[in-house]
Structure formats: structure tokens, C-alpha cells
């Protein structure tokens, strides 16, 4: 009897849990994956535990594989969504498919010079020829004249880069790309490519760890990481001839251009004056009819989805500096704001309604 | 002719042939353990097994953080793998041992050892598009299912050997008294095989616990507890295996300490289980020792 009481009440009470709480699934990209649990944490808090945001990094290629799968009810990538890759959703769900920036990620040149533990200068041409083996040691002619007031050692130049798909590498070879056509033609962009001189690492960590114990060695992990870690990084001289210290402002600012209204947009090597040059937007995958996701199963998951959504371009940003992400600019959010008015639930305007509703308008 | 010292010395030469390389087979796992116990002990604490993850700032501000949910999700979705995976098992081991004349054993040891020898991540893919398609979202059950496939072969294989060892003069004895062939199976060999059997199931639970490819796309992870107790068989759950791999790839060193945390939990778990196998088998090392 007293077990049946026990059983009973113990069955209400996860019952009266079971209602009342959401959770919201979402996979993809390991780079923004401490932003986004971060802000799942303090969006449960604001909720009173309504709302759970449960978010894996899989990877950005396992995100959008998943995404389009329909297992999970947002993906997470570095690399926006290809066109063929676009139009097969639209085939399958007779909507868009939309690429929302919900944060931005940067990579840094991290060093290993002893004696110069901050402020060496590069720029886009001097990083493609050591990234090809052309300069091959720290005191060549073309470094010293970028950093006239340091002397440089002279040591070999060992380049150390990832050895798995990242795309933290797709951001960095883009960038070379961007600088340099003959890196573009003989190597390109993408988040593994044939690296013509250098050893492989394997992650962020392996990199880090590799520069951190050889002398003389360059390679490229992400701001956050070479910060958290504590690892001299290089500032860089933009397309327009000002040197960047590396920022969380300076990333912001690499993405105050002229978007397109999709977003899909690489901004390397950025036209903007401020900007730092080796930046890109981390983004957020939605269906535009959340109905046609079969991750989503009820009006009430997709509502909760999106307002997650507009917290997180919102007041979600600012979480980001504190965990070393650069917040979204103006720009993007206006943009997001545009694609969330869009989003549909069994062709009820959910996202132009919950847009009314919040203070953005 | 050889003297007798002769014959001692070459007897002790292949004894401490053999002790060199136990010691050599046992000095990796000494010192992985050792190394994973210096590393882990300093961030056992009791928030581990009380608080859920959440995510890294709350390990930057100090808070509580934990793995509560990932050791319950281990729990459930290992030990409902070996439900799984046990009838099945069970079964073709038998019938690779009892019933060696069947026409399906030549090409059933061959899939089986085939099944043994592919990636575990296949199996989850197996699993993916078997039960996370259709049910549409991440779920334990898939996890447990992937994880069974892992299991499959080695309990097949481990019963037939545990079959295979008992006397034929038991069963003569059973099918003597009249008993039909499956009852002399269930009722005489396979409870005299009881400790092999045990054994082997140990085998492969261990094997499986330790797997984190198969879980990526069926299991998934979580950071928090379901919503639910239903939730640990038809949501996303996190297991040790796999958080294991996020907390190390993490920017943060707070989070490399938990990583090794967990990994002593790990370790324990499967000692655990080890001895909770051992007592159950009723047959432990002293016992062992009398007989003998």
C-alpha cells in the first residue's frame, strides 16, 4: 500500500515535469558549441527551467547532414548551406531553408617566437608565403620590414595546421585565398586541403600544443582558444592597410559590409576598415515551414524554437565576450530578424506573430 | 643426454619468458590507470554525481556542474543493450554449439565473425537508419540497440566456446533420461556453463561500454537529465564514453579535468560491474582456489 502511494506520487511528480517542460534539439558545428550551451543554460534559467536547449557538436558537416535528415530542429555550421543543398530542401519541404548568424567565428595566428611573446605584424601576403614554403625563416627581409622595431630570430619557420576537417581551416584558407590568387588556384579554400609545406595537428588542442612546444613554428587556432590559453597570436594588416590587433570588437566590425539577404556571405580579407580580416559567421539552420521538419513535432516545440531564436541574437549575444565570441553585428541581426518574420508553422505566420510580441519588432 | 640441471634451467628460462610478458601485457593498463587516476582525482567531487552539465561557464563561475545525467544515461542505455543483446546472442551460440549439424552454422560463423570485425560506427549507422528515422528524433533505444549490435558477436562466439567445453557425457545423461534436446540445453548445459556464459557477457558489456562511435548518431548526448524518465529510452541521452570525447576536444581546462573524471568513473563502472558478475556467477577467486 505505502508503495503504491510512493509510486503514485512519484509518477505525478514527473508527470507535472513531463507537461510543462520543451526541449529543443539541435546539432552541428564544435566551435560555437560553448556559446550555445552557455546561453541553453541561462535560457533555461530565464524560462524557469521550461526550456531546455539541447545542443551536440557533431561537427558542421555532421550539422547539416542531420538538418537536412530532419533529426534534429536546428543545425549549426561553419560553412553556409550549398545551393544544391538549398534546393533540395526546398523540393522536400516547399520552403527555405535559412542560414541565421548567430555568431561569428575568428581565427589567429598563433607563434612560437621566444623574446616576442605579443605584437608581431603580418599580413595577408607574408602569411600565403609561409603558408607555401616561400619565406622559410623569421628574419627574412619581408617580416622584419612589418615589424621594423623587433628583432626577429633566425630560426626556421615550422607551419603547423590541422591534419582533420575543421572550419576553423576553412576560414583561414579562405583568407589565403582571398589574398593570394595563386594560393586560390594551387590550393583553395575548404575545411581540409592539400597543404603544400607544414605538419598536421590534430584539433585545436594538437595545434596549439605543437606551436606551444616548438620554437619557431605558425599555425592557426580560433581567437577564443588561443585566449583561453594563453598562446602569442600575430595582429594582421587588413585590405585596408590598418593593423589589427585581434578583438572581439575588430570581429564585429569584419562583418559590418553589405550582406545579402540570405547571408550566405564570406567576408575574409573584409572590406571594412576596422575589420579584422580572418573572420566568418557561425549560423543557425531553420526550416522556413518548421512544420515540414519532422524533428519538430507540435506547434508549441517550434514557437519555443523560435523564440530561443530571437533571444539568442538578442540578449543571448551577451554571453558571447566573457566566452571569447565576438557579438553579432547590427547588420546580421537586422537580417535574422527579416528570415525569422518568415518562418511558418502549417502556414500560420509563427515567426512575424512571436516578432510582434518581442521587443525587437 | 641432458642433465637435470639442464632441464631446470630451461624449465625456469620458459617460466620467466611467460612472466615477462604478462608484465608486458599488464604494465599499459597499470599505467593508464595510474595516470587516469592521477589526472581525474582532483575533480571528484560530490557535485559530479549529483549536477547535470549544463555548459562551461558554469564551470568558469564555479558553479555546480556535474555528470549525473551522463552516469544514469550510461546505466540505462548499456544495461538495456545487454538485454538486447543476450537472448540473441545466447541463442546463436547455442545453436552453433548443440546443433553443430544445422544448416545455417558455416555461413552463421562466418557473419558473426564478419559482424565482430566491422567498425563499431557502422552499427550505429545501422541503428540510425533502422530506429532514428523513423521515430524521427535521437533516442536511447537506438543507442542501446547500436550497442548491442557490438555486443552480438562476441556473446555468440563466447557461448559457443562455454558450450562447447562442457562433457558430452552431460548431455548423454539428460537425453538418457528421456529429456527432449532443448530441455537438456536449457535445464543441464546451460547452467553448468554458467560461469563461462557470465564471462562472456561481461566481455562484451565491457567492450560496449566503452564505445562512443556508435552512439554519436543514435544516443546523440544531452547536457541535462530528460525531461522524464520515458526519456531515457526515447530522447537523447548523454553516456560516458562520448562526453568523455567533448569534455577533452573543449577549449577548457576545467572541462579536461571532469574529462578525467569521468574516465576514472568509467574505469569503475566496468570494474564494478566486473565484480558484481563475479559474485553473481557464484564462482569468486577463493572458491576457485579450494578446488583446486
Known amino acids: 500500500m ?202 585545436n588542442e594538437g595545434v596549439a600544443g605543437t ?11 580560433s581567437f577564443s582558444y588561443a585566449l583561453l590559453n594563453k598562446i602569442s597570436y600575430a595582429y594582421l594588416v587588413n585590405s585596408s592597410g590598418n593593423t589589427i590587433k585581434p578583438s572581439f570588437s575588430a570581429t564585429t566590425a569584419a562583418a559590418d559590409i553589405d550582406l545579402p539577404e540570405d547571408t550566405r556571405a564570406l567576408f575574409t580579407n573584409t572590406s571594412a576598415a576596422k575589420g579584422y580580416p580572418v573572420a566568418g559567421f557561425t549560423w543557425m539552420l531553420v526550416y522556413e515551414n518548421l512544420d515540414k521538419n519532422k524533428a519538430i513535432t507540435n506547434q508549441n516545440e517550434a514557437e519555443e524554437l523560435v523564440k530561443f531564436l530571437i533571444w539568442a541574437i538578442t540578449d543571448g549575444q551577451e554571453l558571447s565576450e566573457s566566452l571569447g565570441y565576438a557579438k553579432l553585428p547590427q547588420a546580421a541581426v537586422k537580417r535574422n530578424v527579416a528570415m525569422i518574420k518568415q518562418l511558418k508553422w502549417e502556414n500560420k505566420p509563427i515567426g512575424s506573430q512571436l516578432i510582434e510580441s518581442s521587443k525587437l519588432k | 643426454m641432458k642433465t637435470l640441471r639442464y632441464r631446470y634451467i630451461l624449465d625456469r628460462l620458459f617460466l620467466s619468458f611467460l612472466v615477462i610478458n604478462t608484465i608486458i601485457v599488464i604494465l599499459p593498463l597499470l599505467i593508464m590507470s595510474s595516470y587516469v587516476i592521477v589526472n581525474g582525482i582532483s575533480a571528484l567531487n560530490l557535485d559530479l554525481f549529483t549536477q547535470e552539465l549544463g555548459s562551461p561557464t558554469r564551470a568558469m563561475q564555479g558553479q555546480p556542474t556535474g555528470l549525473v545525467h551522463t552516469m544514469a544515461g550510461t546505466l540505462v542505455v548499456d544495461i538495456m543493450a545487454l538485454l538486447f543483446a543476450i537472448p540473441v546472442g545466447l541463442g546463436t551460440g547455442i545453436l552453433l554449439s548443440e546443433y553443430p549439424d544445422h544448416i545455417l552454422n558455416p555461413v552463421l560463423r562466418i557473419m558473426n565473425d564478419t559482424l565482430n570485425g566491422m567498425p563499431a560506427v557502422l552499427k550505429g549507422l545501422l541503428a540510425f537508419v533502422l530506429i532514428v528515422k523513423p521515430m524521427g528524433t535521437f533516442s536511447g533505444i537506438s543507442g542501446s540497440a547500436a550497442l548491442a549490435i557490438v555486443m552480438l558477436p562476441i556473446i555468440a562466439r563466447s557461448t559457443e566456446s562455454a558450450l562447447s567445453i562442457i562433457p558430452w557425457s552431460i548431455r548423454e545423461a539428460g537425453l538418457a533420461l528421456g529429456l527432449p534436446r532443448w530441455r537438456v540445453v536449457l535445464s543441464a548445459i546451460v547452467p553448468a556453463a554458467r560461469t563461462g556464459l557470465i564471462t562472456g557477457f561481461l566481455i562484451a558489456f565491457s567492450r560496449a561500454a566503452g564505445e562512443a562511435a556508435p552512439l554519436l548518431f543514435t544516443s546523440f548526448g544531452n547536457n541535462y537529465l530528460p525531461k522524464h524518465w520515458t526519456g531515457m529510452f526515447f530522447g537523447p541521452v548523454d553516456t560516458l564514453p562520448q562526453r568523455l570525447y567533448s569534455l577533452a576536444i573543449s577549449p577548457y581546462e576545467h572541462w579536461h579535468r571532469m574529462g578525467w573524471a569521468a574516465a576514472i568513473v568509467l574505469f569503475g563502472f566496468v570494474v564494478i560491474s566486473f565484480v558484481i558478475a563475479h559474485l553473481a556467477s557464484g564462482n569468486n577467486l577463493q572458491k576457485k582456489g579450494n578446488s583446486r
Open chain 1, 2 to 203: 505505502k508503495k503504491q502511494i510512493l509510486l503514485t506520487a512519484l509518477l505525478l511528480l514527473t508527470q507535472v515535469a513531463y507537461s510543462e517542460r520543451i526541449d529543443i534539439i539541435g546539432a552541428g558545428a564544435s566551435f560555437p558549441a560553448p556559446l550555445i550551451t552557455a546561453m541553453a543554460d541561462s535560457y533555461r534559467e530565464l524560462t524557469n527551467q521550461k526550456v531546455t536547449v539541447n545542443y551536440q557538436s557533431i561537427g558542421s558537416g555532421g550539422g547539416i547532414r542531420q538538418f537536412s535528415e530532419q533529426t534534429i530542429m536546428f543545425g549549426m555550421t561553419e560553412a553556409y548551406l550549398k545551393d544544391d543543398i538549398m534546393e533540395s530542401i526546398e523540393k522536400k519541404s516547399g520552403g527555405k531553408a535559412f542560414n541565421m548568424p548567430i555568431t561569428l567565428a575568428d581565427v589567429v595566428a598563433v607563434y612560437n617566437l621566444p623574446g616576442i611573446e605579443k605584437g608581431l605584424v603580418l599580413n595577408g601576403e607574408v602569411l600565403t608565403d609561409i603558408f607555401s614554403g616561400k619565406i622559410k625563416k623569421w628574419n627574412d627581409s619581408r617580416i622584419s620590414k612589418l615589424n621594423p622595431k623587433t628583432k626577429l630570430p633566425s630560426l626556421p619557420i615550422t607551419v603547423v595546421h590541422r591534419s582533420d576537417g575543421s572550419g576553423t581551416t576553412n576560414i583561414w584558407t579562405s583568407y589565403l585565398s582571398s589574398v593570394s590568387k595563386e594560393w586560390a588556384q594551387k590550393v583553395g579554400f575548404a575545411t581540409s586541403v592539400n597543404w603544400p609545406v607544414g605538419i598536421g595537428a590534430y584539433g
Open chain 1, 211 to 221: 606551436v606551444r612546444n616548438s620554437p619557431g613554428s605558425i599555425g592557426y587556432v
